[in-house]
Structures are given as C-alpha cells and as structure tokens.
C-alpha cells in the first residue's frame, strides 16, 4: 500500500471541510477523486501535502506516518503535486521552471553558488529536465520565458514540474481545468505516460469521460465524505455517487 | 550591430571600466569634493546591495536594512573608537555582528508571509535605534561616536588619502557585486526567484522556503554589515540618524530608481538621487521635495527603474531595425 488515509478529518472553524475519510492508493494505480465542486477534494490535497494541517486522522505513506511533515518534507518524502490555479515561474525558461522541481535534489546554498556545480553534475540535471519536457512533449520550447505558454502548455509544464524529480506519488489538482475539448486527449495520453513511467497518480477531475477512461479506481466525496468507492464502472452504477453528481431526476 | 551596442557584457564593461577610470581625469578644485560624493555613492550602493539581494531577488522587503548598516557601523566603530582593535578585524566583526542579529530577526519573522515581515524588520530597528541612543558611553548616545579612526592600512598602502579611499570601497563594492552576481546566477538564484513567484510551489518541490529565506536575509544583513562599518570610518562620525530605519528605506527608494532585482540599478539608483539632491541642495533646501517629484514620475512613467528604460530602448530598437 502507497498511500494510507484513516479517519482524516479537517474543520475550518465550524465548517467540515474533511470528515472521517478512509482510503487508501495501492502502488502504480491511477486513482480518480471526483465530487462536486467544494467537497474538499482540494482541501484533501493540501492535506495530504501538508500545506494545511489535519485535526484528527493519520497519513502514511509507505509505512510512514506524514501527517505531521511540513510541505517540503512531504515533497522529499515522495509526494509532488500541481495546483488548480497554474503555478509556473513566468519570468524564467521552461527549462529552468523543471530545474525548480530538481531544486531540492541538488545543491542549491550559498557556498554552492560561490563554488558553482561540477560540470558532470550539471549535465545529469540538464539531460533529466530535457527527459522530462520530452514526456509532456514541449522539448523543443525548453529556451523560451515561460509567460508565453498558453493555459494548456501551462498545465502541461507544471506536470513536469512536479514529476522531474521522480515522486512516489503524483496529485494532479483538476488536469484539465479551463483546457479545450480537443486538448483533453493530449492531457490525457501524457497523465497515461506518466503512469507508465512507474509513478502512482492520483487526480482531481470534474470530466468524467476523462475519469472512466484513465483510472482503475474512482473515489466519489461529497460534503468531506466519502460516498462510494470501486472501479468506474461501479461508481456509474452507485446510487448516491450518480445523485450527487448528476442529480436526483437521474437515479434510476 | 545592434546586438552589440545593446550587449550588456558590453555596457557592464564599459561601467567598470568608468568607475575605474573616473578619479583620473578630474580637475583638480572639484576633485576632492567628487572623489568624496562618488565613495559615498558607492557606500549607499552597498546598502542597496544588500537590500536588493533580500527584497529584489527573494521578494522580502526588509526595513530593518538601516538597522543593520548602522549595527555594523556601531560594532566596527566602538571596537576602533574604545578597544583600538584593527579596522580590518573590526570591520569583520560589524559584519558578522549583523550577521548574527539577521538570524535573531529572521527566525521568527520570516515564518510569516505577506506584511509581518516588513513590520517586525521595521519594528527592530526602532528598538535598535533607542538601544544606541540610550547606551551613551559605548556609543555616544544622541550626540554621536566622534573621532573613528579611517581604514587602517594593508601592508604599506594607507587609505587615508581620497584617491586610495574611492578605490578600496570600489574594490570592496567588486566584491559585493560579484557575490550577489554569483547568487543570481546559480541554484541559489533560481531557487530565490522561484522563491519570489510562487511560495507554495517551491514547498511542493521539496524546496525549504523558510531556510532559503533566513539564509539569503543573513547573507544580505552581513554585506549591510560590512557596508556599514565601511561607512563609518569613512565619515569618522556616527549619531543614531545613521542606523535608523529611513536609511534602509532610502535604499528602497534609491532601488527603484535604479531598478528592482538588477545589478546596475544598484548604483544607478543612489548616484542619480544623490547627485539630485546634493545639486540641489547648492541651489536651495528642495532636496526632499526633489527626491518625492522624482520618485512619483518614476513610478509613472518607468516603473523598472532606469535600468528598465534600457529594456524599452533595447525592443523599441529592434523593433526599429525589423521595418
């Protein structure tokens, strides 16, 4: 087992963003979390990413307990993650925005500044951001400022971002958010390859057509809660998923 | 052609080349007075060095870069002044003393984001302020340290003449220059950069923004440190004034005139506003009046500073050259 929630709960004051939730993500799965909008998919993302802390419940991944890391500790502990909002560096190349996600691999203090890295050292960081723009395929912008990418390109780099320093497990927030129909296939093939790869990824999506295709496992929230679990096909057939989400009049 | 003229490996030359230059083909009834005028250019650009490294490059404005010249001034100054300790060691020592305060202002306050931190570096160097006013036999209180002495020699070489002053704070300002042009230009300056954009994103690459951050601020309180002391037994006279916190924010001032987050904006900056204000001070006291006219037009019309005015030059000429 990857990934271990028990009993994760979060209030926000009196609102219950997060109550009670249970799952867990076997390794090298593609893990979907659908729900709709504010039932604290996101909230459950910067939970399990640290950036906002549980109140009762544990995380563990891979027999380690994280629930108590702070982000960048998470981060080094195997769990990369893009955000619903693009999050790129503007004023830098595309090639430097992946050297981002490598910071915490390499040496990036004040002495190693002065003295500067080994040329070899260098050259291995260089060929793996290459490696990794060539998977979302923009390998042949890599020079250029990354403010000129469209919405997609964007949502693109950020995934390569997150994936260049080989996390365990990978948490898309909304992959798809505010790109063209025609664009989704795209997305999708990459998020696949990404799987290939060896890296266990999780995703937020509202497109279900995106969610059926991709992933072996669905896990439907509402209200923080979990209401149904199992392969998409179950999910489809679930009484309660298919109420909130498509609406009462469906329920067959 | 163009490429060429607008290179900046070109203009940055050309700079050093200036700067180096410049004392020799003065003439000599003004020579002292501008030989004085450019070392003190160069004392400010430090300052703006070190504020620049922390608020151009990492995106945290620290008000309390006053603060930590002033301490570095005071330290170096009252071990001359009251221990006869050498001013080299001393001058080591204000650095590293300003150093030391970065990290007790840092810890707690670079925890927060958003405005906290400008108020707690604002905050310190009020109080740092009233420490010296109130510890009259090390520091002179409200009249001030007398007498420092000026930069002790090396080897054979004294520094008490203008000539040999302006080049040794030259020399010392290469060096900040070339330390904050080796940040920009590695990990560290990717990784500030990053830093400055987007907070959460370095967190979720594993990235320790907290460490970045205290880090980078004890760097840049060390290089105000050495400014400072610098500054000090430059002027032979210091008073609380000299440590207070509209010393940092003049440099902040002098920054954006210059340009935020450029190398040459940290010169261009205070030799403009300096020039401007000592011109006009000879004519009549509109020196502050100038300085806010100037500031607010700026702001206007050229919010990059005037190193920005090269970037619009640069694109308006290769815009030119395409037709």
Wanted: some cysteine.
């Amino acid at each position: 087992m990857l990934l271990e929630v028990k009993n994760l709960t979060k209030n926000f004051g009196g609102l219950r963003a997060v109550y009670n939730l249970n799952f867990s993500v076997e390794k090298h799965k593609l893990v979907g979390i659908i729900g709709p909008n504010g039932a604290g998919k996101s909230t459950l993302f910067n939970l399990l990413t640290g950036f906002v802390p549980p109140t009762t419940g544990t995380i563990t991944l891979a027999g380690q307990r994280i629930d108590s890391y702070r982000t960048h500790q998470i981060a080094r502990a195997g769990i990369s993650r893009t955000f619903q909002t693009n999050r790129i560096i503007a004023n830098e190349t595309l090639m430097n925005n992946v050297m981002v996600g490598l910071l915490a691999k390499t040496q990036h203090g004040f002495w190693d500044a002065m003295i500067g890295l080994k040329k070899e050292e260098e050259d291995r960081f260089q060929y793996r951001c290459r490696e990794v723009l060539k998977i979302v395929e923009l390998e042949e912008m890599s020079g250029r400022v990354a403010s000129g990418l469209d919405q997609e390109q964007q949502k693109r780099l950020a995934i390569a971002v997150a994936i260049v320093n080989n996390p365990k497990l990978l948490l898309l927030d909304e992959p798809t958010g505010g790109v063209n129909v025609e664009e989704i296939d795209k997305l999708t093939k990459i998020i696949r390859r990404i799987w290939e790869e060896g890296i266990t990824v999780c995703l937020i999506e509202h497109k279900i057509k995106m969610v059926t295709e991709l992933c072996e496992k669905v896990i439907v929230i509402n209200y923080g809660e979990k209401i149904a679990e199992g392969t998409p096909e179950e999910v489809m057939k679930n009484k309660d998923a298919i109420r909130v989400y498509l609406g009462e009049e469906n329920v067959a | 052609m163009t490429g060429f003229f607008l290179s900046r490996k070109l203009w940055m030359v050309c700079g050093i080349a200036f700067l180096l230059v410049f004392p020799l083909f003065l003439p000599t009834d003004i020579k002292p007075f501008l030989l004085y005028l450019a070392s003190l250019i160069f004392l400010w650009t430090m300052l703006c060095v070190s504020l620049n490294l922390i608020f151009g490059y990492a995106g945290q404005l620290s008000l309390a870069q006053g603060g930590l010249f002033g301490t570095g001034a005071y330290v170096a100054a009252i071990l001359t002044v009251h221990y006869g300790v050498n001013f080299w060691l001393a001058f080591l020592v204000g650095g590293f003393a300003a150093g030391m305060l970065g990290l007790i202002i840092g810890i707690p306050s670079l925890r927060l984001r958003g405005p906290y931190f400008v108020i707690v570096t604002m905050g310190f160097n009020i109080i740092l302020v009233s420490i010296i006013e109130n510890l009259g036999e090390l520091t002179g209180g409200v009249t001030g340290l007398l007498g420092i002495p000026p930069v002790s020699e090396i080897g054979n070489i004294t520094f008490e003449s203008k000539i040999k002053s302006y080049y040794l704070i030259l020399i010392i300002l290469f060096i900040f220059w070339f330390v904050v042009y080796r940040i920009r230009n590695s990990r560290m300056g990717l990784c500030l950069n990053a830093l400055k954009n987007d907070e959460d994103l370095c967190q979720s690459v594993g990235i320790n923004t907290m460490f970045m951050k205290l880090q980078t601020f004890i760097i840049s309180s060390v290089l105000a440190g050495l400014g400072g002391a610098l500054y000090g037994s430059f002027l032979g006279i210091l008073t609380p004034r000299d440590a207070s916190w509209h010393l940092g924010f003049d440099a902040l001032v002098f920054l954006i005139v210059g340009g935020i987050g450029t190398i040459p904006g940290t010169i261009i900056g205070p030799a403009i506003m300096l020039l401007i204000s000592e011109l006009a001070q000879s004519v009549v006291q509109i020196g502050m009046l100038m300085n806010g006219l100037i500031l607010i037009l700026l702001l206007i019309f050229l919010p990059k500073g005037v190193v920005g005015l090269f970037g619009y030059i640069k694109d308006f000429l290769y815009r030119y050259n395409e037709k």
